[in-house]
């Protein structure tokens, strides 16, 4: 620490901003909790092929010698009716859990939350209305059902399921800044660089949009759990990904068939499922107070 | 008259936060006698407000902490209290009114149901219905709000400022509490408007013959409304006089730092103020917390802490230009 | 004598809401000289803020004019010329929320440096310390953002934000009524330094008279949207002429015996100010005015000038046939 400091006052103080960071974010154990669950699951989604105990399970592969083991030492999940091993395919599925979430919310994070500052500053306008009438256009239309009627006229794929999924979720962003930012327009700060002449793109990205960053990502940590269980739902009727990809809302749909008997290979990957989505939502709250502003 | 009401005896209070821990209040003593009208002066950041929470025990405890003292309300230590019995305290004991009075009512209950609701459950005996609107009635009209069936109706949106905080003094007072807390009850009222409301609470706390503890950083105010002044800084009493004696031969030299800060009515400029700032709570100044910034300050004054020296029955003074004890 | 620096010619701005319409600066005129500091003084509904926002621009007027150096500047921020920008600044009453909690002092201290290109981007660094210099905070407050910093140091870093462009016209907001009497005196201090050292004109708005008493060159009330009175200040508080100056000045605590011995004589207000969507008729002081006349409620009074740069808007005040324009004599 010492030596950051003499090395550099900008990176002593990026440390100290770090650190106090994770003080804010720790005061709450079950923030942590969340956080070791969604590390856990990232390493183990990126490191998939080197950590899982049968990578092979993953692709196309069968042994039916070794088909419908209950859960044990060999394989610790079991194994399903192909003779894949459950464990190590839970860990790619992971990365189409994951891959769900991080491709959905970046799709549709930037331009949702773009045209919500651009309707909430411009509020009481034209440009006001007709963004947010589209956005209630698409607000109105039942995200499951969109997302199963695309991917019926599309040919299912993960692709599809996450495209899908997109083109119903960025409006929730739209609404979110919508009413964040047209009740910070009016903060004197805002008036403040009015005023000095700042150009509309300053006042809109580095006034308003920074009081808005706290609730977006709060957002977005929980959309993660969301995005996962719609996309988990899609594969688990036939929308999403197809056999054999190793995604977790397939795998229950395939294992459902055989509960209860063979119930680790539908118990497993729901679990992990919520593993994900839990530590996601246990972010969430953990961000809420990461960016709270301390009281002096 | 003369038995004391509340004790506040040697209060220490700490904060804990990211840096450290915040020692803001530093052995608060302050007694108030039943239907005395108390003034508690002092700046932004003084402690007057952590004060008077702990008074009512609604200061968050994590993370702040009492460490020592006593705070003794008829007679019983309010901080040993349990949570019904404190519960009684609050409400028919010490009822208090806040600084903004939009935020201390809630938006979407009209005004009658909120004042029924503390009438209710603050009321010591079992009321009817048809009992407690008449109640609310009648302190909505004591508190002279013209047209009381109608603002009993109203949402607070629909009031102005002022009347939003007559009905806080009306909730405030509906439960005949012994003793009422007022924290800056007028700061954000308008001038005219302020005077009408402080005239207001002077009545009504002779009528009532309830004790006020009138918090505030306006040395005017205190002038037209208190009995008795405690004047703090940094977390500890430093001077307290009656009225009179305090604005007649103020002692401490923050007091006089005070009185010279404030621009006059009748011209002379703006004054230079008092130098320096409020001291750091992480790591306060050791003695007494005021040296740092005193014109007057001798070598003893950074080694320990002076008590409160009396200089006769109606003043009384923190500093060691009055005497020589050490506090603890 | 010179142009002054800014003039209001009446100025009229009105809101058009559900209840009606609200007369929120009803015909206001007058002059701010360069170099001077006109107090405008008023409570709840009075216009005060208003008049302060039409001028910088976070209004438009509904009509009348606002001149700046002569000019008609009477247009939103949005349709002002940039160089405006830079001579007309503004200080905010809540240091709270005037400054962005998000963003560094360094960031919020450059903004006006960067938006008015003034230095190059290494050159503004030491602008900024040099600005926190002149308000007397450490340099590595740059670092800091605003909500770790006292509400009296906040305003400092706002006051040093309004005169980093060097401007012509400041309007002060209530710039010290959040904020405790002994850091009063040194951001008032402060005010005073910098307003001689760059020639500012300053239009001081604040409640607080006795503040306003020892730095304002002239004092101007409003009560619903309308003027009051102007007067010099001395003037103002030893002969206040206006039956609401009179109750204002009475109403206010003071200290010591002196301050008591020079406020009127008790003028005690009963009920609440109207609210500027119903505007009483006439005089819309008369619902109040323990001096009010039949003829209050059916006409609104004029402004007369009874004394030099002295203007009173009061039937009482009838003295000069012809009324004139407040300010300083055009």
Same mark, same amino acid.
């Given at each position: ?23 804010? &974010? ?5 923030? /942590? ?17 080197? /950590? ?9 592969? /069968? ?30 599925? &992971? ?195 990461? &960016? ?5 | ?26 052995? $608060? ?56 019995? =404190?519960?009684? $305290? ?22 009658? *149901?909120?004042? =029924? ?25 004591? $508190? ?77 105010? $205190? ?24 604005? *007649? ?48 300050? =001798? ?13 006769? *029955? ?15 | ?25 009803? +015909? ?200 009051? +009175?102007?007067?010099?200040? +001395? ?23 002196? +301050? ?71």
């Amino acid at each position: 620490m010492r030596m950051a400091s003499v090395a550099s006052p900008v990176l002593a103080r990026r440390w100290e901003g770090f650190k106090k960071a994770w003080y804010k &974010f720790s005061r709450n154990p079950v923030s /942590v909790v969340g956080l070791v669950f969604v590390l856990g699951v990232s390493f183990l989604a990126v490191f998939a092929p080197q /950590v899982s105990p049968y990578p092979s399970s993953a692709g196309k592969y /069968v042994n039916f010698s070794e088909a419908s083991q209950p859960p044990s030492l060999k394989h610790l999940f079991g194994t399903d009716v192909f003779g894949r091993d459950v464990l190590s395919r839970i860990f790619f599925g &992971f990365r189409y859990s994951l891959m769900m979430g991080v491709v959905v919310l970046s799709l549709v994070v930037v331009p949702g939350v773009v045209l919500g500052l651009v309707a909430g500053y411009y509020r009481g306008t034209w440009i006001d209305t007709v963004i947010m009438r589209v956005t209630d256009i698409f607000l109105a239309v039942p995200p499951l059902i969109l997302a199963l009627a695309i991917c019926a006229v599309l040919t299912p794929s993960v692709f599809n399921a996450m495209m899908a999924v997109s083109l119903m979720w960025w409006p929730w962003y739209t609404r979110l800044v919508y009413g964040l930012a047209s009740s910070l327009r009016n903060e004197y700060f805002v008036q403040a660089a009015e005023v000095t002449g700042a150009s509309r793109g300053h006042i809109l990205f580095r006034e308003i949009l920074p009081n808005c960053v706290s609730s977006i990502f709060t957002k977005m940590s929980l959309d993660m759990g969301w995005v996962i269980l719609i996309g988990s739902a899609l594969s688990f009727v036939g929308l999403g990904a197809q056999p054999p990809i190793p995604d977790l809302g397939t795998m229950v749909a395939d294992g459902a068939k055989y509960l209860p008997d063979q119930w680790w290979i539908a118990i497993f990957p729901a679990l992990a499922i919520m593993v994900t989505v839990l530590g996601f939502n246990l972010i969430g709250d953990g961000f809420r107070d990461l &960016f709270a502003l301390e009281e002096v | 008259m003369a038995e004391t009401l509340l004790g506040i005896d040697g209060l220490h209070v700490q904060f804990k936060v990211y840096e450290g821990r915040l020692r803001v209040l530093n052995g $608060v003593r302050m007694t108030v006698q039943g239907g005395q009208r108390v003034g508690l002066v002092g700046e932004a950041g003084c402690g007057k407000t952590t004060t008077m929470r702990c008074v009512l025990r609604i200061l968050p405890i994590p993370p702040g902490k009492i460490t020592k003292g006593r705070i003794l309300f008829q007679g019983r230590d309010v901080l040993k209290l349990g949570g019904q019995a =404190m519960q009684r $305290v609050r409400g028919h004991g010490i009822s208090m009114i806040f600084q903004d009075p939009t935020a201390a009512l809630n938006p979407v209950f009209t005004v009658g *149901d909120q004042l =029924m609701s503390v009438i209710r459950y603050g009321s010591r005996q079992d009321l009817s219905r048809k009992e407690i609107r008449e109640r609310a009635l009648g302190v909505l009209r004591e $508190v002279k709000l013209p047209d009381a069936e109608r603002i009993f109706t109203n949402y607070p949106v629909q009031l102005s400022g002022g009347m939003r905080q007559r009905v806080c003094i009306a909730m405030a007072l509906s439960t005949e509490p012994e003793l009422l807390i007022a924290d800056e009850p007028t700061t954000s009222l308008d001038v005219t408007i302020q005077d009408q409301v402080l005239r207001l609470l002077n009545e009504l706390v002779d009528r009532h013959g309830t004790a006020v503890i009138f918090i505030t950083h306006s040395l005017g105010v $205190v002038r037209e409304l208190a009995d008795w002044v405690y004047v703090m800084y940094a977390g500890g009493i430093v001077e307290d006089a009656r009225k009179q004696d305090l604005f *007649d031969r103020p002692l401490h030299p923050y007091t006089l730092g005070l009185m010279d800060a404030l621009p006059k009515l009748t011209g002379g400029g703006i004054p230079e103020g008092i130098s320096g700032r409020i001291p750091d709570y992480l790591d306060p100044p050791t003695g007494c917390r005021f040296h740092p910034r005193c014109p007057q300050a =001798m070598a003893v004054c950074s080694a320990s802490r002076p008590a409160r020296m009396g200089q006769g *029955d109606n003043h009384g003074v923190a500093c060691f230009l009055f005497g020589g004890e050490t506090d603890d | 004598m010179t142009e002054p620096i800014l003039r209001l010619e009446e100025l009229r701005k009105f809101f058009v809401t559900s209840r009606g319409t609200v007369r929120a600066v009803d +015909e206001v005129s007058f002059a701010v000289g360069e170099g001077e500091t006109l107090g405008l003084v008023g409570e709840s509904g009075s216009g005060k803020s208003t008049v302060a926002y039409t001028v910088v621009g976070l209004q438009a007027p509904t009509s009348g004019a606002i001149r700046f150096r002569g000019q008609d500047i009477s247009r939103p921020v949005s349709k002002r010329p940039k160089r405006l920008k830079r001579s007309i600044q503004i200080v905010f009453q809540d240091p709270g929320t005037s400054l962005n909690s998000r963003r560094t002092i360094q960031q919020i201290l450059e903004l006006p440096l960067r938006v008015h290109h003034l230095g190059s981007r290494r050159e503004r660094k030491t602008q900024v310390a040099d600005l926190l210099a002149r308000v007397e905070l450490p340099t590595d407050y740059m670092y800091k953002s605003p909500h770790m910093l006292g509400g009296g140091e906040r305003q400092m870093v706002a006051i040093a934000r309004a005169v980093a462009t060097n401007p012509d016209l400041v309007i002060l907001d209530e710039p010290t009524s959040a904020l405790d009497v002994s850091i009063q005196a040194k951001i008032i201090n402060m005010l005073i330094a910098f307003q001689k050292e760059m020639n500012l004109s300053y239009l001081f708005i604040t409640h607080d008279l006795s503040l306003m008493r020892n730095v304002a060159s002239r004092v101007a009330i409003m009560y619903l949207g309308k003027l009051c +009175e102007v007067a010099p200040t +001395e003037e103002f508080f030893l002969r206040p002429l206006h039956p609401y100056t009179k109750m204002l000045l009475s109403s206010i605590p003071v200290v010591l015996p002196e +301050e008591e011995a020079l406020k009127p004589k008790k003028i005690t207000s009963e009920g609440e100010i109207p609210s500027p969507v119903n505007v009483p008729p006439g005089c819309g002081f008369h619902t109040r005015c323990l001096e009010a006349k039949g003829g209050c409620s059916q006409a609104i009074p004029g402004m007369v000038e009874v004394g030099p740069n002295h203007l009173v808007r009061c039937h009482q005040f009838r003295s000069e046939p012809q009324t004139v324009q407040g300010g300083i004599s055009a």
